[in-house]
């Protein structure tokens, strides 16, 4: 089985996010960049596919040279070799046409990709890449078992869990419960060094123009200040009047 693992570039939920040019570009200094928590999800799943069944595993990523650590990190945790598509990641249908060549190219059996990245939260590309490929999707994935072209995924759904059979070429929209967190991996020293030594392959873009256009950002309004109360009558009151949430 040969799966390709999409991985984002995305800034750790610790840096302070700031922008810049009149709230118009993101402000990447002192920011650091970690791997899409959703991604890493996958990225664990499909190590147990290469440990458990002798599966290949390639990592891919839309996005210009400041996005290599981040694959290296993928490349010490286990994968075997790394795709970066040299072009900024401006929305998600651009992401999932680039995607979609490495898709074709590679011949994967199986694609695992978050659910959604952390920075756009747009949970789009996983879907669209579905279609673009003609492969079957399975969103909101925690569980995946694969018996020779057969696959078993557990997902949510509204109020419970949904369990699907399906056949490869199957692409996965992952997220928490793929594998539990006590499971993710750290690169150890031999990993690093054994990824210095992997292949990590640059591919130019296909013409892929945006659909959408980032026109400007907005932090959240800061929190008011805390009101104490003397008894539960006031909160009462105070819910049902001032916040108007009962």
């Keep these: 089985m040969k799966i390709l693992v999409c991985i984002s570039h995305v800034p750790d939920t610790t840096s302070k996010i700031n922008f810049t040019e009149g709230d118009t570009k993101f402000d990447t200094n002192g920011v650091q960049f970690v791997i899409n928590p959703n991604d890493e999800f996958g990225l664990t799943r499909a190590m147990w596919f290469k440990e458990k069944q002798g599966a290949t595993v390639h990592v891919a990523n839309v ?3 400041e996005t290599e650590p981040t694959l290296r990190k993928a490349l010490a945790i286990g994968a075997d070799e790394a795709i970066r598509v040299n072009t900024a990641a401006t929305d998600g249908f651009s992401v999932a046409k680039q995607l979609a060549t490495v898709v074709k190219d590679g011949e994967y059996d199986l694609v695992i990709g978050g659910r959604e990245s952390i920075d756009y939260n747009g949970g789009m590309v ?3 890449l579905a279609k673009l490929t003609g492969a079957n999707f399975v969103n909101t994935c925690i569980s995946l078992e ?3 072209t057969n696959a078993t995924a557990i997902r949510e759904i509204d109020g419970g869990k949904e369990t699907v059979k399906t056949s490869l070429p199957l692409v996965v929209g992952g997220q928490k419960g793929l594998v539990e967190e006590s499971d993710l991996r750290i690169p150890n ?3 690093i060094m054994q990824a210095r ?4 392959t640059v591919k130019e873009p296909v013409d ?5 256009q980032t026109v400007s950002f907005q932090k959240p309004a800061p929190k008011g200040a805390v009101k104490l109360v003397d008894s539960v009558d006031e909160l009462i009151n105070l819910l049902h009047n001032e916040a108007k949430v009962i």
């Design 189 to 191: 020293m031999r990993g």
């Design 146 to 148: 694969v018996e020779g």
């Design 126 to 128: 996983p879907g669209m």
């Design 197 to 200: 030594s992997k292949p990590l």
């Design 208 to 212: 892929a123009a945006s659909e959408t």
């Design 63 to 65: 996005g210009g040279p």
